[in-house]
């Protein structure tokens, strides 16, 4: 049985990683928002720390949501300078392959 040639894999998709992230904080302070005023009948029931949960998914969210701008910011300027050297004149090879 003849071998099917290999293709070579595709680029990765790109995402809106900021907005996706920000979109979860978001329904995570919503929901300890919106459990709240319930504190009282979900300690009655064994689910008190429900509310908790969700501070904590939001404060989490927080760390996630600048971690992503911060990764965010570095590939922009990892792209810049890229195209930066292109420019110079190293013969417009993508640092990666490149060899020394």
């Not at 919106?34 to 969210?61: K, N, V």
Request: glycine share 14%; with cysteine; aromatic share 8%.
């Amino acid at each position: 049985m003849p071998k099917t040639p290999l293709h070579p894999s595709p680029p990765p998709l790109e995402a809106n990683d900021v907005a996706i992230v920000g979109g979860g904080t978001v329904l995570w302070f919503v929901a300890f928002l919106a459990l709240l005023p319930f504190q009282g009948t979900l300690s009655d029931h064994g689910h008190g720390t429900w509310p908790w949960i969700c501070l904590s998914g939001g404060l989490l969210g927080l760390i996630g949501l600048w971690y992503c701008r911060a990764r965010r910011d570095a590939i922009a300027r990892d792209r810049a300078a890229a195209a930066a050297a292109g420019a110079v004149g190293d013969g417009g090879q993508d640092p990666a392959t490149q060899s020394d």
